[in-house]
């Protein structure tokens, strides 16, 4: 039996879990999410509190409740709490706008790259080198600032481009000088 998936989830009051057959959908202030559970896994909701059980030993199962038991928690947390991801963006003359529904990202290409943001995500701009991407969903969340980062990740010698905030980037040294013993011609 998977660790991770013998752990109850605690339901907030603000919260309210339905099972719709093999859907499970989950409701907060923040918004509304919902998975399919696998028949091999059940689901139980009493006293404010989830467990998810395997109904079979089988080792695809016990890898798997682990999984929903974690995605349900994380569905849980995101319509209370939700997630966020920030972003740094370095360089000279690198910035970004937020236009209504897009981000507009000036990275040292020879045009702006405009990024529309998906249905459940929110963007702030606080600064014009920092943008943070919210939403109810971890996993929507996590992809579109990867997508972002993904533009112009960060280079090793200057470290330009956009990077999560308090990532370090691994630098490299740039081309070495020639001494002075060196001759043209080699002779």
Not at 22 to 45: F, I
Not at 96 to 120: D, K, N, W, Y
């Amino acid at each position: 039996m998977s660790r991770i998936g013998r752990l109850p989830v605690t339901i907030p009051s603000a919260v309210t879990i339905r099972q719709d057959g093999a859907r499970l959908l989950v409701e907060g202030p923040k918004g509304k999410l919902s998975v399919t559970v696998p028949e091999s896994l059940r689901v139980t909701v009493k006293d404010q509190r989830m467990q998810v059980e395997p109904t079979d030993t089988q080792l695809p199962v016990k890898a798997m409740h682990g999984l929903y038991r974690a995605l349900i928690a994380n569905m849980v947390r995101g319509t209370t709490e939700g997630f966020s991801r920030e972003l740094e963006i370095v360089g000279v003359g690198y910035r970004a706008q937020l236009q209504g529904r897009q981000l507009t990202l000036h990275v040292g290409f020879s045009h702006p790259v405009v990024v529309p943001i998906p249905e459940g995500l929110t963007i702030d701009v606080p600064k014009p080198t920092t943008v943070i991407v919210r939403g109810a969903d971890k996993q929507q969340v996590g992809q579109f600032a990867a997508n972002i980062r993904r533009i112009a990740p960060p280079e090793p010698y200057k470290g330009k481009g956009i990077k999560y905030q308090g990532e370090q980037i691994r630098r490299k040294a740039g081309k070495a000088a020639t001494g002075s013993g060196a001759k043209a011609g080699g002779g």
